[in-house]
């Protein structure tokens, strides 16, 4: 097999406008089928994007036997309901973050992975960006000394109540939606799990939904600190700050597929002639995902994102709610 044949459960946003062309220029990936609830939706997004073929429900792509994987962009509350019934199909699963929105269901669906025999990984795409990568080595090369502050942060504008990322029952709101990428790369670069968590939350009135949040999450060996929000100006940014050095990486999350992402390193000058910039090559940071999982499942490569660290990141998002909820410190 050269490619992994890979099916598309929904015409989500995501998908139809990120994930999929991307996986379409994957050296490892062929997005063989996609399917819909609505046999109409899933006829108009297969032309549109010129997949082979399409179903009228999910149940019935999962059937498909020419099918080796499933990408699964469902809105929050349907990852692991869905990708557990992928893998009893026997499908291998790519599943877009948040993995779950309880610690319970996502032990179910490792257990799930376990019986079934399959592979399964949750698309956090930052994990396969070269940025990502780099900026880990350097911390592990000690070029900014030792590792111990982060701070990051996320934002964009979206106040339409019917938009799914607005609904509080389906897990919207900022600290799923965005919130999740601070907490992984905090994660990734300790390489440590945090000890405790403080929070402050705001809810829009309406919706409910969490629209402005500040988080501290404590490390053995440092701190991460982060903003997210869904009402205010699109931005986004993170620093490192090591014991003799820091490193800013300016487009850490949405990371462009038509210029270079930048990283900038500097030891603690105030002179902008003093601070190094690195740049990457132009890449698409989806088709590299596609190609890391495509890898891992015909044996070549390793789960870059599994579903034990979907598991971990669940639990310290849930900490933080409660910490937000219950105005305190909380033990992760």
């Given at each position: 097999m050269d490619r992994l044949r890979i099916g598309v459960l929904s015409t989500a946003k995501i998908g139809i406008e990120k994930v999929i062309?991307?996986?379409?220029?994957?050296?490892l990936t062929e997005v063989s089928a996609i399917s819909s609830r609505s046999a109409e939706k899933a006829r108009a997004a297969a032309k549109t994007l010129r997949i082979e073929k399409h179903y009228g429900s999910y149940e019935a792509m999962l059937?498909?036997?020419?099918?080796?994987?499933v990408y699964n962009p469902l809105p929050n509350h349907l990852h692991c309901p869905w990708s557990k019934k992928a893998m009893q199909a026997g499908k291998?699963?790519?599943?877009?973050?948040?993995?779950?929105?309880?610690?319970?269901?996502?032990?179910d669906l490792i257990r799930t992975r376990d019986e079934c025999g399959v592979k399964a990984a949750?698309?956090?795409?930052?994990?396969?960006?070269?940025?990502?990568?780099?900026?880990?080595?350097?911390?592990?090369?000690?070029?900014?000394?030792?590792?111990?502050?982060?701070?990051?942060?996320?934002?964009?504008?979206?106040?339409?109540?019917?938009?799914?990322?607005?609904?509080?029952?389906?897990?919207?709101?900022a600290m799923w939606d965005i919130g999740c990428y601070p907490v992984v790369i905090s994660r990734y670069l300790f390489e440590d799990e945090p000890l405790?968590?403080?929070?402050?939350?705001?809810?829009?009135?309406?919706?409910?939904?969490?629209?402005?949040?500040?988080?501290?999450?404590?490390f053995e060996s440092g701190q991460a600190s982060f903003g997210v929000s869904t009402q205010l100006v699109p931005y986004?940014?993170?620093?490192?700050?090591?014991?003799?050095?820091?490193?800013?990486?300016?487009?850490?999350?949405?990371?462009?597929?038509?210029?270079?992402?930048?990283?900038?390193?500097?030891?603690?000058?105030?002179?902008?002639?003093?601070?190094?910039?690195?740049?990457?090559?132009?890449?698409?940071?989806?088709?590299l995902q596609?190609?890391?999982?495509?890898?891992?499942?015909?044996?070549?490569?390793?789960?870059?994102?599994?579903?034990?660290?979907?598991l971990a990141n669940t639990r310290v998002i849930k900490a933080i709610f409660t910490a937000a909820r219950e105005k305190r410190w909380v033990t992760v």
């Open positions: 062309p991307a996986m379409q220029r994957g050296q059937a498909d036997p020419e099918i080796d994987a291998h699963v790519l599943c877009e973050k948040p993995l779950g929105l309880e610690v319970e269901e996502i032990e949750e698309a956090f795409m930052v994990k396969s960006c070269p940025q990502w990568i780099d900026a880990r080595e350097r911390v592990r090369g000690g070029e900014i000394g030792e590792l111990r502050m982060i701070q990051a942060f996320f934002s964009y504008d979206n106040q339409d109540p019917a938009n799914i990322r607005n609904i509080v029952e389906v897990g919207g709101g405790t968590t403080a929070a402050s939350m705001e809810f829009d009135p309406v919706m409910e939904t969490d629209r402005l949040n500040s988080v501290i999450l404590e986004q940014r993170v620093h490192l700050f090591g014991t003799s050095g820091h490193l800013e990486v300016v487009i850490p999350f949405n990371a462009p597929n038509d210029r270079p992402c930048t990283i900038r390193h500097d030891s603690g000058t105030l002179v902008e002639e003093e601070v190094t910039s690195h740049q990457f090559e132009i890449m698409d940071q989806y088709t596609g190609d890391d999982f495509a890898r891992a499942v015909l044996g070549g490569g390793e789960i870059k994102s599994s579903l034990e660290d979907g």
